[in-house]
């Protein structure tokens, strides 16, 4: 396997090239770029299976590199030292990240999740979505939020709105959408438990996480459950009955 790395810190360069080297054995080619104009020439010359990619360089950011891609056949792992914020707009896009310092244990998965994967089609249109979300941090509301679900085979790309309520099954999480339609993501419901914070979702069960909006009303039949639009119900726990109560009273 052929691997590139684009950064324009070669402290970064150099200790990700010990990483490798040490970690993953199945990688026999590792080449260097230090900015967006030494990196598409690599891109081009090398023709890389995994390109390690800077969000910012002196020249440029990475978002202008995979802009001027005429076409691509590698997969990507974007390296950042961004923040919480940032970070979640970055799963929100499905692109694969690592924070700076990097850990060895997240390159090692990301490797792995790299070579399981088939060639990503989506790149321009994540990377769309990631520079919007990263650009508008603070501002986007939920009602304009959207968030890329990679089902194994396509990335779907989804309004959060539009999200009734998600379901654990498993190791996967089941997206439960307006006009009946669902997505299986393998992803623990944990995971967006946390990316929807800052957004109107309640886990009202271990298995089950809200999207308040959709509430139609409380059923208290059998201990308790919500109807929600389009008339789905979820369960409600003992320990979140008093929560998902409080929550109804200020919608």
Do not use: W
């Not at 010990?18 to 030494?38: F, M, N, R």
């Not at 994540?126 to 959207?146: A, G, H, P, W, Y």
């Amino acid at each position: 396997m052929k691997v590139l790395i684009i950064d324009n810190d070669s402290s970064i360069r150099e200790g990700l090239v010990s990483l490798l080297k040490k970690l993953c054995p199945q990688i026999t080619e590792i080449k260097e770029a230090d900015g967006v104009a030494a990196g598409l020439k690599a891109i081009d010359d090398v023709k890389p299976e995994v390109v390690f990619l800077d969000v910012e360089m002196d020249d440029g950011t990475g978002f202008d590199l995979v802009q001027k891609l005429g076409s691509y056949n590698f997969q990507l792992i974007f390296i950042t030292a961004h923040n919480k914020y940032a970070v979640n707009a970055f799963k929100f896009s499905a692109i694969d990240f690592l924070l700076k310092p990097i850990d060895p244990m997240d390159l090692v998965l990301s490797i792995n999740k790299a070579i399981s994967q088939k060639k990503n089609r989506d790149l321009e249109q994540q990377v769309k979505l990631l520079e919007e979300s990263l650009q508008n941090i603070n501002s986007l509301k939920i009602q304009d939020r959207k968030i890329a679900l990679n089902d194994g085979n396509v990335i779907h790309y989804i309004k959060v709105n539009d999200i009734i309520y998600c379901q654990a099954d498993g190791s996967y999480t089941v997206f439960h959408l307006m006009n009946s339609k669902k997505i299986m993501v393998s992803k623990l419901l944990k995971e967006y438990e946390d990316l929807f914070s800052d957004f109107s979702f309640l886990r009202t069960h271990h298995s089950y996480l809200i999207n308040t909006s959709k509430i139609s009303k409380f059923d208290k039949a059998d201990g308790g459950q919500l109807i929600m639009e389009e008339n789905h119900s979820v369960p409600v726990s003992a320990r979140k009955k008093e929560q998902v109560l409080d929550i109804l009273g200020k919608l």
